[in-house]
Structures are given as structure tokens and as C-alpha cells.
């Protein structure tokens, strides 16, 4: 069985990645120091981000490594 790494398919508009320049079809290979192998990874170590604090996060572009920064923000229920 393969482990997928995780790669980004869509950005949402004015969000922090957006605001942090990822791109769709960049792959995460790290967050917050932590390395990124699967997308088990990802979601572990999302979870141990805070909002408001920038972290650093490198993604794999074609074949070079960028060496970004992005803040998390808490997503805002809309009311209905």
C-alpha cells in the first residue's frame, strides 16, 4: 500500500494559504517543523497549530522546495 503525500488541489480566496503564495499542485512536505509523508501527517499537524501564529510550511514546486510562512486563522461560522 502507498503512502500519498499530500498536495494541494484548490485555494481558497484571500485564505491563509492563498495569503501565504501556495499553490495549487505544490506538495506539502512540511508544517511547523514537522515533516509531511502522508496526508495523515497533514492532518496532525494542522491540528497542533494555533491561530494567529505564523508557522513555517515548505512545499515542493515542480522540483524546487519553497520555504514559505503561513497563519492559520479559525474558520468563521456564517450565520444563518
Do not use: C, F, M
Amino acid at each position: 500500500e502507498s503512502v500519498r503525500t499530500p498536495s494541494i488541489v484548490g485555494i481558497t480566496r484571500d485564505g491563509p494559504a492563498a495569503v501565504a503564495e501556495i499553490h495549487p499542485g505544490d506538495v506539502v512536505v512540511s508544517l511547523g517543523g514537522r515533516a509531511i509523508a502522508s496526508v495523515q501527517n497533514l492532518i496532525d499537524a494542522i491540528y497542533l497549530l494555533e491561530p494567529d501564529v505564523a508557522v513555517d510550511i515548505r512545499v515542493l514546486r515542480g522540483t524546487e522546495i519553497k520555504a514559505l510562512k503561513i497563519t492559520p486563522r479559525i474558520k468563521q461560522r456564517r450565520e444563518t
